[in-house]
């Protein structure tokens, strides 16, 4: 694209008034960028370019986690926080001969605790022993070991079994750089590090960690984008393990692309802090989680079909598209309004010609079940009329230039200030704006531009590195302050809903985010394009992100930017279906994109996959409780271990075969439903790998034994489902919206295992919102030789929510039936109607 047609296609999507001022901004930003070290190499530029080692060990202490370990040049503090965690935290020291600190103080720029959830003092103290040998000192619990090479200072951690899962090298510094080399096994593969438009191994490429919003369109390969996390995942034939860095500089991870056999971590400034969890995976992710903070559990709501697009207005527009899906019988939770609901722009007002009556609105749409979610913008416009400005300048909340001027950057409203989140009285006053729209009836928030992304002409899309922020009191700049901009917005705005409706769970969904993000908010995919590289980047992308913690997220259905066709929306749609956010959504001046936009036969399909959605909302929710109650993702990979409740029967190898370590294309939702959505155009089959186990059609209950690869032929109207054997999988009938469930009628489908075996699983229930009673059925299935025994025990108060019950068995007909010790009938020698039980017995032939 030429620079003419750019500059054009920007005034189009900004406005003439907003180029202009982007182009001002640009060239004052890079002026003042260049007066403040910015970017990795600066400071070691500074220093001469010299890397300098930590050198060789010479000591160590024990203390009361672990022991202090004395370098030439550096001393590294490691301790554990669980049997299953340890903290490693290096620190240069001036001069190669000091004594071996007993009391060190912590490092002057040791990282804000905003990633936590638990401080570190929190941790109960962990059982270990200390050993020292001639070649190495050891640590070690009943879970993990590591060791110190007395020669090298290499760092090995170790499973309980004594195999190697990941090995260190000392780190180096260069000024304020710190640089930190792991080695990298055979064959080994990395996954994480947040929202990488990446393959999902990760292995063989550098990534940036820097939240940046890329323009209003990308695709496979942008790097950076809004959301990182300096977290991974390695998994090779001795093991797993998950590593988390709480350093919020940007950095770069070379995961394999200068050195294959070398992940090179490189910050840009900050301490060198980093956790390490050894694997299975759910394990080390519940740990992950522990340390980060778990997701809490969504409204019920907020797991339904949600619309929107760039943007519905006015308000007529709006109840014409909820009377839309009425009309074509689609269910919907939720209608999202972009930015232009606002007035001239402005965070938490509404344009009262265009909405004249939005809380009437809101009620309007929540009689027929349907709530609205609204966009905000931390840019606070600088307008002397407008409240939220006045407010935010008298209190002296907003983000300052060092000298203490507030700082103005172009974003939607034009020139804006930018509300400092790393304050505590800055998110205080933040979150005392939402009643603004909490009491118009507004039932979520949707929170954008928060990287903090800027108009710009050319280069970085933020605010300046000179920029200051509080840094809870301890001053810092924009280098530490940029990377938790969107995770601090969050917490300001979860706090303030937790406090403002205390009967009600938060809903906040969020562009941008770093480590923990996960406690506050969910987050979509940001700006794709409506193109198939991009559909096909959605799984490995949310997988990705679900192996960093952050367990609730999904992609604009039909691609962002640009305008999709019939078959593309209907493939993504297919596998919104199956995400934990199903939305819709597209850019300004595009066609409509709703579910009855390509006309009948799509719209048949859409219908059915949104429905297909709400009739498995218990199992949906359920998996959502998992997330809540233990971290998992509820999108997980194909090699998610065997042991992990919901997965395969007790005993299974846990042994990950070689093809589906890769499956970049396919994935489990919850721990029974095989998921293999259909990326490529015009495609007329598409394989499936398959874990170990027996794998249902779920169209058809055909079995299909893994592990293996089978091709399926498939067409429009179908993407290949699966259910593991040995499931039971909770429907009820699709209602047109989560608050029109009847709570008539619940199906539990049993999918027969054809070898003996035990499985478990879970049915969650409460109200769908607040924080009252709840209960988990809990389904053990027994198959030994032709007996198939199904065990349910109930815990919580919360009473069954529904008035009947059913059994339909998948893949035999039991010639007897014994509940609770009596004989019942089955229907067609495969369905009945159940009570509470708490055994069945079935005699299978």
């Not at 977290?231 to 988390?244: E, N």
Request: net charge negative.
């Amino acid at each position: 694209m030429s620079f003419l047609s750019e500059l054009i296609e920007a005034v189009r999507g900004v406005g003439l008034a907003n180029v202009v001022a982007a182009g001002r901004y640009t060239v004052w930003k890079d002026r003042l960028d260049k007066r403040h070290r910015s970017g990795p190499g600066a400071a070691g530029e500074a220093a001469g370019g010299r890397w300098v080692p930590a050198g060789r060990p010479t000591g160590m202490i024990r203390t009361e986690r672990g022991a202090r370990f004395a370098f030439e040049r550096a001393t590294v503090d490691v301790g554990f926080l669980a049997a299953d965690l340890v903290r490693v935290a290096w620190e240069p020291v001036a001069s190669g001969d000091a004594p071996i600190p007993t009391d060190a103080p912590h490092p002057a720029d040791e990282p804000i605790p905003y990633t936590l959830a638990r401080g570190l003092g929190a941790w109960a103290p962990v059982p270990f022993e200390a050993e020292e040998r001639l070649d190495a000192w050891a640590l070690r619990t009943d879970q993990l070991e590591l060791r110190l090479d007395r020669a090298t200072g290499t760092l090995s951690f170790l499973d309980a079994g004594g195999l190697l899962l990941r090995e260190e090298s000392p780190p180096s510094w260069r000024g304020e750089e710190s640089r930190h080399e792991a080695r990298l096994a055979a064959g080994e593969r990395l996954y994480g590090l947040g929202e990488k438009a990446a393959p999902f191994n990760l292995r063989g490429r550098a990534y940036t960690l820097w939240n940046r919003d890329p323009g209003g369109a990308y695709g496979p390969g942008a790097d950076p984008v809004y959301l990182n996390i300096p977290t991974y995942a390695g998994l090779h034939d001795r093991g797993s393990y998950i590593v988390f860095y709480e350093n919020y500089r940007r950095s770069v991870f070379d995961l394999g692309a200068n050195r294959p056999d070398v992940a090179e971590h490189r910050f840009e400034g900050g301490a060198l802090v980093h956790y390490f969890a050894p694997g299975p995976l759910d394990r080390a992710l519940e740990r992950y989680t522990e340390l980060t903070g778990r997701p809490p559990l969504p409204p019920l709501w907020a797991l339904g079909y949600h619309q929107s697009r760039w943007s519905y207005y006015p308000a007529e527009r709006v109840r014409r598209l909820a009377d839309d899906f009425e009309r074509h019988e689609v269910p919907v939770d939720a209608i999202h309004l972009d930015i232009d609901y606002m007035d001239g722009f402005r965070v938490f007002t509404w344009d009262r010609d265009r909405f004249p009556d939005l809380p009437g609105l809101a009620e309007e749409l929540r009689q027929k079940g349907i709530r609205l979610v609204t966009i905000l913008d931390p840019g606070v416009k600088r307008d002397a009329g407008y409240a939220v400005f006045r407010e935010g300048l008298e209190q002296g909340v907003f983000c300052r230039l060092p000298d203490g001027s507030p700082i103005f950057a172009p974003v939607w409203p034009g020139w804006c200030a930018f509300p400092d989140f790393t304050d505590p009285k800055a998110r205080a006053w933040w979150g005392s704006q939402y009643p603004a729209l909490l009491d118009a009836g507004m039932a979520g928030f949707w929170h954008d531009m928060n990287e903090p992304a800027t108009f710009v002409g050319w280069g970085d899309p933020t605010l300046p590195t000179a920029t200051r922020h509080s840094m809870e009191g301890r001053g810092g700049d924009h280098r530490q302050g940029h990377n938790l901009y969107g995770l601090l917005m969050a917490r300001a705005g979860h706090e303030a809903l937790r406090g403002l409706r205390p009967d009600r769970r938060p809903f906040i969904l969020t562009r941008s985010g770093w480590a923990g993000i996960q406690r506050f908010a969910w987050n979509w995919t940001g700006d794709v394009r409506s193109d198939w590289a991009s559909l096909a980047q959605v799984v490995p992308m949310v997988l990705g992100l679900g192996l960093s913690g952050q367990a609730f997220t999904g992609s604009d259905i039909g691609g962002f930017s640009g305008t999709t066709t019939p078959e593309l929306f209907i493939r993504w749609l297919q596998l919104g279906a199956f995400l934990p956010l199903c939305r819709a959504h597209t850019v300004k001046n595009s066609p409509d994109q709703e579910p009855w936009s390509f006309g009948q036969s799509c719209l048949s399909i859409a219908r059915e996959f949104i429905r297909l959605r709400y009739a498995l909302l218990p199992y949906i929710y359920t998996a959502a409780w998992e997330a809540h109650e233990h971290g998992w993702p509820m999108v997980r990979p194909l090699f998610w271990p065997a042991g992990a409740p919901g997965g395969q029967a007790e005993g299974a190898a846990v042994a990950v075969a070689e093809p589906i370590r890769d499956a970049p294309d396919a994935f489990l939702l919850g721990g029974a439903l095989l998921v293999a959505p259909v990326v490529e155009p015009g495609a007329k089959s598409r394989a499936v790998e398959f874990p170990p186990g027996e794998w249902y059609g779920f169209w058809d209950d055909h079995v299909h034994a893994g592990p293996g690869r089978v091709e399926f032929p498939v067409a429009l109207e179908r993407i290949p489902v699966f259910v593991r054997a040995g499931s039971v999988l909770p429907m009820e009938p699709p209602a047109m919206s989560t608050a029109r469930r009847k709570g008539d009628k619940l199906s539990l489908h049993l999918y027969v295992p054809s070898r003996d075996g035990v499985w478990t699983s879970a049915l969650y229930s409460d109200a769908g919102d607040g924080y009252g009673p709840s209960r988990v059925d809990r389904f053990t299935v027994r198959r030994a030789g032709p007996r198939l025994t199904v065990d349910r025990e109930t815990n919580g108060r919360h009473p069954w929510p529904y008035a009947h019950t059913e059994l339909v068995i998948h893949g035999a007909r039991p010639s007897r039936a014994v509940i609770d010790g009596e004989e019942r009938t089955l229907e067609a020698g495969r369905s009945m109607g159940l009570d509470e039980f708490r055994q069945m017995i079935l005699e299978l032939p």
